[in-house]
């Protein structure tokens, strides 16, 4: 029997545009319907969840949160922590999406409870991969919550 699900909202927290055209256009070749929310720095990601600011409180939650470690105003630490703190939002999935490949940045990233760490690719085919591994894993093979 099939049936119509909602859109995946998924949560970008990116502060470089053209990464966030990059990765908006790897997902679009996506089989998934999915919603983007785009939040330019630390402090307009946490509004964002919060429904503070310029977001009402009829906008949606995401389902999964794709975060930048360089940000301006917060950090991506910064962010992660409070997330992962929060009893309302810490089951929302975090994945750290950052150029750095750095063992400290990695280990830090656990430490606050990331959900994954992926290094940033360098061209559209490795994005393009990247998002298709995201997708095949967070969105087809895990259960959110």
């Known amino acids: 029997m099939e049936y119509t699900t909602r859109s995946l909202q998924i949560l970008l927290v990116e502060d470089n545009e ?5 990765i908006q256009e790897a997902f679009s ?4 319907n999915k919603c983007f929310s785009v939040a330019k720095d630390g402090e307009d990601a946490l509004n964002f969840l919060y429904k503070k600011g310029p977001y009402s409180s009829d906008s949606v939650r995401p389902d999964i949160i794709l975060l930048d470690i360089n940000l301006p105003k917060k950090n991506g630490f910064e962010v992660l ?9 810490k089951r929302i999935p975090v994945i750290m999406l950052s150029s750095s490949s750095s063992e ?3 280990s ?7 959900n994954c ?4 690719p360098v061209d559209f085919d490795e994005y393009s991969e990247v998002v298709k591994t995201i997708e095949d894993f967070w969105f087809d ?5």
């Open 141 to 145: 093979k895990a259960k959110l919550p």
């Open 117 to 120: 760490y992926v290094t940033k």
């Open 104 to 106: 400290d940045h990695i």
């Open 18 to 22: 053209g990464d966030v055209r990059l």
């Open 108 to 114: 830090k990233s656990y430490e606050l409870s990331a």
């Open 81 to 89: 922590n409070q997330i992962k703190n929060d009893p309302e939002l």
């Open 29 to 32: 070749g996506s089989k998934i």
